[in-house]
Structure formats: structure tokens, C-alpha cells
């Protein structure tokens, strides 16, 4: 049943070292916030999944939380590299990340799995790619039916699955709208789920087919406005692009990005001090 | 007449290239700004499919991300991520896919993976995202990209996403679904693949430029069709359209360099 409380106890109490750890959201939605709480409460050892590993496991990779991440698009989208999920796979800094890499389609099939209590997802993919050779977790098999050969990969199982939501109610049931990416999947297949949201109501107005998380699929319910920045919250706010631009800077030189953590997640106390501080450097960095 | 960049005349024949009416499955970047001019120009009845959910939509401005608001805003419905590749792309229901890649070789087979080994990559690129998919369920795959001899490559360093695998009916053999590439537009040309070995060959070269330019810009001896023509230079008024529109991106986004 969803405990409203602190982003601070929701980390502490539920994301321990080694977990595996999915945080999802498809360039909307992001949960940045509680990807900075990990990295202020120095959680190490994260097996991390994300389709997009954006921003926010170029941060916690940057900053020595993770030691293997399952994803399938690694790009700053619209601008480039991660730079330190290169630094990280290239050069092992600050320590060697295990990567295991698939297609999109696998992934969301392989979400669609977890949540469902299948042990793989079965896909019509990669003949002809060499994906499979360098991932030896993507499998192919005959179709018992038709005797097609399809691909197979395993569920996504994460200990916990964190996801930023517009609105929650005042017993925690979850509203969320807009561009869901694989969302809902990532929180069924999930042990432990926690959402953080820009809203608590006292009613969500929500027609029938609307996308809702019943407050019994969820741990923690935590409210943190804009805690979707620099990515957005559909109804809330845009995109900071300008943010994922300056990242590239930012991200590029190693000390640059120490000084940028510890300046913006380890000096602050929460995402509120975050947002005040990066309210102030934002000129700094688009200058 | 009026001037143009190479960019927009590999944009303009791209676009030209998308049938109206058509489903089409789009990726970020170059072949999002080609479908979205064939969308406000030849196609206006086009489909545009995004990864993240967005089903018919019809953005003012180009989307920066492939998740960005506009595109669920414009859409006729937003569903999941896995729902798009589940019921739409593997469903069957998408014509034509429309993506772009780092490498590519003469079977139009793709890398957007790793420059160098995997294991000790001189460049590694973001990956896979959903290009196997479309390059294998979509009918038809159209590619988009500038043309130069580290890009057009004799060997892919890795494949991410495949074309016609080795040439001639490899790619039936393997059981493939859709056609795979059947047309590759450049800042130089327009390729398309042999009927039979299924080898891109030139079969337009955009005015002003030369055989020995795409040559040159091609790491494997391209060949070119006996009748090779000239392509239509962009008209007016698809000129207009497409600086209009990335005139209302730059105001919405910031100008971006280097944006793919």
C-alpha cells in the first residue's frame, strides 16, 4: 500500500546497494529528482535498466552508483553522446560498467514480460543484426506453431522501478498521461515501486481508460514539483532543451562533472535546493 | 531559380520519395524533418509513427527528442512504447520505416553501434534504439544520410540493423518480413538496390554534382544505373515549406548544432 512520504526515506528505506534498479520514462517523465537522491544518499552497486539511459544514468553512472546497465539508445537525444557512459565503457571511469545491450522493441517486450510473470518475451527481431553476438542474453527460438525462429530475451525483473507521474491522490493512487513509454510495464514488473509525483489531489479526475496505478502496486508515493527536470511533466512544464544542451559541456571533462555533482546533488539537500541552485548556474552554463 | 544547401536537397528527395497515405514509421532527426516536409507538401495524408507512442502526428515544430509533447499534442492517439512495437510495427501495420545510421555498406545494412571493435570502441554510438525492428518488419525501409566514405564504408564495423544481409535473396532466406531498404537518399544522390544482387546503385545524382564526388565519397566501387538521371531540383515552394518549418523549430528550440 503507497506510503506518502519524504523522496529522502523513499530511497533510503527502499533502493538498496546491488538492487536492480529500472527508472523509466520516455524523454517525458523522467524522474531525475530521485535519480539525484541515489547519488546524494551514495548508493553503489546498481544494476541499472532503461531503455534511454538520458541524463540521468549518464549522472548516476558519472557518479560510481552503477556497475551494469541493460539499455537499448544511449544518446543525449537531439545532441549526442552520454559522455560519461562512454567515459565509463571506454576508459572504465570511475569504475568498468557491464553493458548489455538490446533493441527497443526488446526491451519493451521484455517489461511486457516482467510484468506479465514470464520468465523471457518472445520477439519477431535481430536476424541479421550482430547484437546477439555481443549479448549472449538475446536467444532465438522455434516457434512450436509455425516453426518460425523468434527472438527471445529475459523479462525485466527490477528490484525496485521509480517513475515520476503528473498527480496522486490522497491515499496514493497514481495519475499519468501524455507520452507513457513503458512506464506502467516497468512498475508491474517491479518488486518495489516508487513515484514521484508534481501533484497531490484530493480527487483524480480521470475517465475510465485512463492510465492509473492503484495505490496497492505502489511503495511510496513522494511529492516533488518539477521533479521531472530537465525533462518534462505533460500539462506542468517543457523541456529544459537548454539544459540537455549544456549537459554536453558539463558531462565532457571529468572534473567539470564532479564539480557540477557536487555542487547541484551533494551540497543540497533535496531537489528543492537542487532547483535553487540550478536556477542560479543556468546562466552560467548557457552563457 | 532560387539557391539551396545539399541538406535541403537531400531532405526535399526524401520527402518527394514517401507515398501519400502512407504508414510511416519515423526516426529522429533527418528522416523526421523529410517525412514532416512530404507531410506539409506531397503527403499530406501521411501517418507518422514515433518509438515513443505518438500515432498520427502532425508537429508545427520538428520534435527535438522522439518523446517530445508535440508529438502526442498532434497525434491522433498516444499508446505505449510497447504497443507500438508489439501491435503497429510487428502487427504489421507500418509501410514504410524511415531511419538514418553512422554506417552503412552496399546492401544498405546499418551501424549505429560502435566505430572500431566492440570491446575497445574508437567511437561508440548511442545504439540500437528501434531500428532492428523497423529495418526488419517495416514494408519498406527508406534511409536518409550525408554521403562520405567514412559513412558509405566497404565493411560496417558492426550491424545494428540489417538491409539486404550479403545481397540477392539473403534477406527472403532469413525470413524477414518486410522488403528492407528500398531507397537510400544522400546530400549527393538518390540509391536504390539492384532488383536481383540487391547492390545500392545510383539511379539520380543531384544537379551540379559529379560521379567523381560520389566516387570518391563511397568506400566500395559504387555502381551506377545505365540510365542514371538528373534529380528534379527542390521547388519553390517545397523550399519555402521546409525553411518555414525549420524556422519555427529554431524558434521553439534554440538553433541546435550538429542536432540529429
Known amino acids: 500500500m503507497a506510503d506518502i512520504c519524504s523522496l529522502r526515506e523513499a530511497v533510503s528505506g527502499l533502493i538498496h546497494d546491488g538492487d536492480t534498479v529500472a527508472m523509466e520514462g520516455f524523454t517525458h517523465l523522467i524522474p531525475h529528482a530521485a535519480g539525484h537522491e541515489v547519488i546524494r544518499q551514495g548508493k553503489r552497486d546498481l544494476a541499472l535498466v532503461r531503455m534511454t539511459p538520458d541524463l540521468i544514468y549518464d549522472q548516476l553512472i558519472g557518479a560510481g552508483c552503477a556497475t551494469s546497465l541493460r539499455f537499448s539508445w544511449g544518446g543525449n537525444p537531439g545532441v549526442g553522446s552520454l559522455h560519461r557512459l562512454r567515459d565509463a565503457v571506454e576508459k572504465g571511469w570511475p569504475h568498468p560498467l557491464a553493458i548489455r545491450e538490446h533493441s527497443h522493441a526488446d526491451m519493451a517486450n521484455a517489461y511486457v514480460a516482467g510484468a506479465s510473470g514470464l520468465p523471457f518475451a518472445v520477439l519477431r527481431g535481430y536476424i541479421g543484426s550482430d547484437l546477439p553476438k555481443v549479448n549472449d542474453s538475446i536467444r532465438f527460438i522455434d516457434c512450436p506453431y509455425t516453426g518460425e525462429t523468434l527472438a527471445t530475451t529475459p523479462a525485466v525483473r527490477p528490484d525496485v522501478t521509480v517513475i515520476h507521474a503528473q498527480q496522486a491522490d490522497r491515499q496514493g493512487n497514481v495519475l499519468l498521461w501524455g507520452i507513457l513509454g513503458v512506464q506502467k510495464e516497468a512498475a508491474l514488473a517491479a518488486k518495489k515501486v516508487i513515484v514521484t509525483v508534481e501533484e497531490i489531489v484530493d480527487k483524480l479526475d480521470a475517465p475510465a481508460n485512463a492510465c492509473i496505478l492503484p495505490k496497492w502496486v505502489i511503495s511510496a508515493v513522494c511529492h516533488v514539483p518539477r521533479g521531472a527536470t530537465p525533462s518534462y511533466a505533460h500539462g506542468y512544464y517543457e523541456r529544459d532543451n537548454r539544459f540537455y544542451l549544456a549537459w554536453d559541456a558539463i558531462a565532457r571533462n571529468r572534473d567539470a562533472f564532479t564539480a557540477w555533482i557536487q555542487r547541484h546533488i551533494l551540497d543540497t539537500d533535496d531537489f528543492e535546493g537542487f532547483l535553487r541552485v540550478h536556477a542560479e548556474s543556468q546562466p552560467e552554463v548557457s552563457a | ?260
Open chain 2, 1 to 260: 531559380m532560387s539557391t539551396y544547401t545539399t541538406n535541403e536537397m537531400m531532405t526535399v528527395a526524401a520527402a518527394r520519395r514517401l507515398p501519400d497515405g502512407a504508414v510511416c514509421f519515423v526516426g529522429i532527426g533527418l528522416p523526421s524533418t523529410a517525412a514532416n516536409l512530404a507531410r506539409l507538401t506531397s503527403a499530406p495524408n501521411v501517418v507518422l509513427i514515433y518509438e515513443s507512442g505518438p500515432i498520427g502526428a502532425k508537429p508545427t515544430v520538428l520534435p527535438l527528442s522522439i518523446g517530445d509533447g508535440e508529438l502526442a499534442e498532434t497525434a491522433d492517439t498516444v499508446v505505449s512504447t510497447p504497443e507500438i512495437f508489439r501491435y503497429w510495427l510487428q502487427g504489421g501495420r507500418v509501410d514504410v520505416g524511415f531511419l538514418g545510421a553512422a554506417q552503412i555498406d552496399r546492401f544498405a545494412n546499418l551501424n549505429t553501434t560502435v566505430i572500431g571493435p566492440y570491446d575497445a570502441p574508437k567511437t561508440r554510438l548511442p545504439g540500437a534504439g528501434g531500428a532492428p525492428e523497423i529495418a526488419g518488419s517495416a514494408k519498406e525501409v527508406f534511409i536518409i544520410m550525408r554521403q562520405s566514405k567514412r559513412a558509405f564504408v566497404d565493411k560496417l564495423d558492426f550491424v545494428t540493423s540489417v538491409g539486404h544481409m550479403d545481397g540477392g535473396d539473403a534477406r527472403q532466406r532469413a525470413g524477414l518480413p518486410g522488403k528492407g531498404p528500398q531507397v537510400v537518399v544522400t546530400d549527393l544522390c538518390v540509391m536504390e538496390p539492384d532488383a536481383v544482387t540487391h547492390e545500392l546503385t545510383v539511379m539520380s545524382i543531384h544537379p551540379g554534382i559529379t560521379r567523381e564526388q560520389i566516387i570518391e565519397a563511397t568506400g566500395w566501387p559504387i555502381k551506377f544505373a545505365a540510365n542514371v538521371v538528373e534529380t528534379l531540383v527542390p521547388q519553390a515552394s517545397e523550399l519555402e515549406t521546409l525553411r518555414a518549418l525549420q524556422e519555427r523549430t529554431d524558434a521553439a528550440h534554440g538553433k541546435q548544432e550538429g542536432a540529429e
